[in-house]
């Protein structure tokens, strides 16, 4: 929803328009279904259960936490004392569970994984989906996984499923969920979406050498992209984990295994 401009929906990574007549078009119509800026109002509100100032601390990083691991996005004009004046814009993205998406990555878990895709490419999806498999035993055992969630997108706040030998951490800074996880859950993964913290990344070093495998993403649309980032370089690079999953945008296509040597032969 922007304020002002046709209505979108992306499905399938495709951008569709919404017209007037309530039909869905795949390229853009003479009479757009606008979106105004009453209607803006309106469905923050309703996203916020009618009180915004109670998610004031999500707002100002950007989203708004909806149950069933949904989330909403918002753009607009924030004050400086960071708080949200007016808003423009709302992406409500809507999650879901794919049971056996990550059936290809599960002998690839151990050691570690990191699950690299541009938005869109279904990265929480799939490791959610993994992070259930490895907990149900898919494998031929029961792993104890550790979910450090800070924005609930992964659980859904324990509405998906994630297994029945999970553990999951809401906190808002993820490198002190690792910590918790490891000193206290004695788990044999721990999993967490979208690295980029030097904190997180201490945190993993630390799994590391109690040999904790670490399974986690990163945006990006192909491995020059995350060698080029010093967090994710340094992640790849420090042993931590065995094994990079590239997701394509496209449907249907499996992710490509690399192992981090091949990685490091090339780019270090």
Request: hydrophobic fraction near 40%; proline fraction near 3%.
């Amino acid at each position: 929803m922007r304020m002002g401009l046709p209505l979108c929906l992306t499905v399938e990574g495709k951008t569709l328009f919404v017209c007037e007549n309530s039909i869905v078009c795949n390229e853009l119509p003479k009479n757009p279904l606008l979106v105004t800026s009453d209607e803006i109002q309106k469905t923050l509100a309703a996203l916020c259960n009618n009180s915004i100032y109670l998610y004031e601390n999500e707002i100002k990083q950007g989203f708004v936490s909806l149950s069933g691991g949904n989330r909403a996005g918002v753009c607009g004009f924030f004050n400086a004392e960071d708080m949200l004046v007016s808003v423009t814009s709302i992406n409500i993205r809507i999650a879901r569970q794919i049971f056996g998406c990550a059936d290809s990555l599960l002998s690839c878990a151990k050691g570690g994984l990191l699950i690299v895709g541009p938005p869109g490419s279904g990265k929480t999806t799939i490791l959610r989906d993994l992070i259930r498999s490895l907990s149900s035993g898919q494998d031929g055992t029961y792993h104890r996984v550790a979910v450090i969630d800070s924005r609930g997108e992964i659980s859904g706040g324990g509405v998906l499923n994630l297994g029945v030998c999970t553990d999951v951490l809401h906190t808002a800074k993820k490198s002190i969920g690792i910590d918790i996880a490891l000193r206290t859950m004695f788990p044999q993964f721990i999993a967490f979406d979208e690295i980029g913290t030097a904190d997180e990344l201490e945190g993993i070093k630390n799994c590391f050498n109690a040999g904790v495998g670490i399974i986690t993403t990163a945006h990006g649309d192909n491995l020059s992209d995350i060698m080029h980032r010093d967090i994710t370089r340094k992640f790849i690079t420090s042993g931590a984990i065995h094994k990079v999953a590239l997701l394509s945008s496209e449907l249907g296509q499996l992710p490509q295994i690399i192992a981090c040597e091949e990685i490091r032969d090339v780019y270090c």
